[in-house]
């Protein structure tokens, strides 16, 4: 029934993002999407609409209205109403490495935190962390409602063909009735041998309230898949990168890379594919009035919610897949011990000497809440509680299964390993938001597995905050105790079964924000107190670091201005125990110097400056292509300077664009490292001629040039 039902969901949706693919794909592109955040501040209307023919021939145009379009969205479970960001400060960042993420040097590869953040963990799960921030999450998507049919086109175009597209569009089907389509496309062969990165993702909402107010509904559709060939970072001393043989980054040797296969693929590759669909609906009581408006020709309903029943059900497929067609044993060392045919080069022998792991996941989820309001409208606390089931379901495979035959002798034959896991949790909530100035908010929320193998995870989530007329501050507490995720538990294929056992992790902070928008400030503070880490050890294995650490973190931003000069500084400070498994650099900071000015009467806006971005030398993570992970190391200290950036970006209309040079210190110094690889055993230095143990290293691209643009279209 669980295949059936995969299959049928797969097939089902997939040809619905094929459709949307080819209506929109030829139009859109992504440069900075205006909708990954919102600004609940900005006005609830969209500037220059579209006019109306005011033409002296047409009849009657004085009756005519000319209603600008209204674009609103709001988040699931949440009153607060937000809006598109159109600003231009900081619209020629390059995506998915905000603020303070690092990737392998190359758009759309695994990306690295440098701000300490535990990953997400609660309930069974996976593991697989490190293309998150390319992925959309059901969970945090926008639900619309806009007056008029809204679409927005994305591009951004860099050196070596780095490309990133995408459209988003809204609309009404009916007034209370909108739904919004989303794609992203991400391509990036990179500036090195064989890295490209090759990514879709999309997703499609719809959020259905009665005209009478008690009946609501949530459904939403997200498929992400991301590609990226493995080159294992480069394997020439670092000092040698200033050498003039060098000039051409792709002649520089890769761990990875095999000429035989292919000089634009590698034959090592990570590949992780989700889709999920989520239904949420909910029946309110309470007392209803109608509203009508001034000539009573029209009305409208205002519900006082009283009380609700909401149920919620998630269904979910996950794969992730390593796949190397032409494996060298030198390579998983690690892992396992096998001697393969190629050892390492050479075009591979299809079926029987390449190294194959895939890992599944499958999950229900359902859960049913009674929910309670007390107050007036626009200012009523909401409760909540309730209890959920679900359903999880892990394969791996190929794995070598050992049975007899009839004589009987032992035999291997490839098969997979599946295990599955049923599970109940009860839930509950506390929530009053802040939704107009002056008033407090606070809230807490739990949720306590009961039974299944992860009984005694919990989470508990408490805040509280205020907004003023121009500030706000929020202060919380946040613990969870949770399972270790599978694939930390298990590595299978053909030739190896490992089995790693962990004891529960236990993740609690304590933060605190303040933000003064009349003096252009804000900052904050959050201590974490963390027991039985689990983390990828400096042996490339799934590991426990049982003694219980603190780390700490601040952070200030703040703004000058001086007439139409902005200096914009953020810094941040942590300090994290010496012996915890944590690569984090102390100090981070990024400074932006700008010109920003409205000209032609604001039709048109500027901005133009230059920015730098540095941290304090550390011990940098390393990546781990075989467990698509990174991994603690304590071996390389960097210390590399700023990252430098020029740029200018300008608005007309419902139109930005923006034009930068990246990269900028590579001018200076070409040896800026990010992260390391897994070592190299008896490798053949190519200057030297001499073998020895090498550790790979990931470094940044060259200078290079980024074009982008957002496009705003209203019918």
Sequence with gaps: M?????????????TCLLLLCLLFCGAGAFGQSSLSGGNPSAPNTIHNAPQRDTNANKSNNAKWKDEEAKLTYEKLNSARVYYPDTSL?????????????????????????????????????????????????????????TTRPYSIFNYLLGSKLEQTAGIMHTQAIKPNWNFAVEYHKTNSPGFFKVQRNNHDNAFLTTNYKSLDRHYTLYAAMVY???QHDENGGIVINDTTLISQ????????????????????RS?????????????????????????YNADSTQYSYKLIPRFAITHKMEVSTEKHTYKDLSPDSLRYTTLFAQSFINKGSGYYLAGSDSVFTQQKWFWIDNKLLLNGFIGKEGHQLKFSAGIGNRYDQFI??????????????QVYT????????????????????????????????????????????FLLNVLIGKEFKNSSFVAGFRQQVNSAPYSYTNYENKFTKLFFSFNDESVSQLYATLAISRWRISGGVRSYVIANYIYINESERPAQYTIPFTLNQAWLRKVFKMGDFFLDNELVYQQAPLNAPVNVPDLMGRHQFSYERAMFKRALKLNAGIEVRYNTAYHPSGYDALLNR??????????????????LNFRIKRFRAFIMGDQLQEIFTRNTILHTGTPVTNFQNPVTLTYGDHTPVYVAPDVLIRFGFTWALVN
Aim: glycine fraction near 8%; proline fraction near 5%.
């Design 224 to 226: 992400n898949k991301q």
């Design 89 to 145: 400060h900081t619209f020629h960042r390059v995506p998915f490495t905000q603020p303070w993420y690092t990737n392998l040097g190359n758009l759309g590869s695994p990306v690295n935190n440098l701000l300490f953040t535990p990953e997400d963990r609660m309930g069974p799960s996976l593991g697989y962390h490190v293309f998150d921030v390319y992925r959309f999450n059901v969970d945090s998507l926008p639900f619309y409602n």
């Design 2 to 14: 669980g295949k059936a039902l995969i299959y049928s969901f797969q097939k089902k949706t997939g």
């Design 414 to 457: 490839l098969g997979l390993d599946r295990s599955s896991i049923v599970s109940n949790y009860i839930e509950g909530d506390l929530k009053k938001e802040a939704l107009h100035p002056g008033e407090w908010e606070y809230g807490a929320n739990t949720k306590l597995f009961i039974t299944g193998h992860d009984a005694g995870n």
């Design 630 to 647: 990174f991994f603690y190391q304590n071996s390389t200290y960097i210390n590399n300077a700023p990252v430098a950036a020029i740029f």
């Design 396 to 409: 791996s495979q190929p794995v070598s299964n050992l049975v007899r035959d009839s004589l009987p002798k």
């Design 267 to 291: 034959t090592v590759s990570n590949v992780q594919r989700d889709l999920t669909v989520l239904l949420q609906h909910s029946y309110t009581l309470g007392r209803t009035d109608t509203t």
């Design 245 to 264: 043989q060098y000039g051409d980054r792709r002649t520089i040797d890769a761990a990875y890379q095999n000429s035989n296969y292919s000089i634009s």
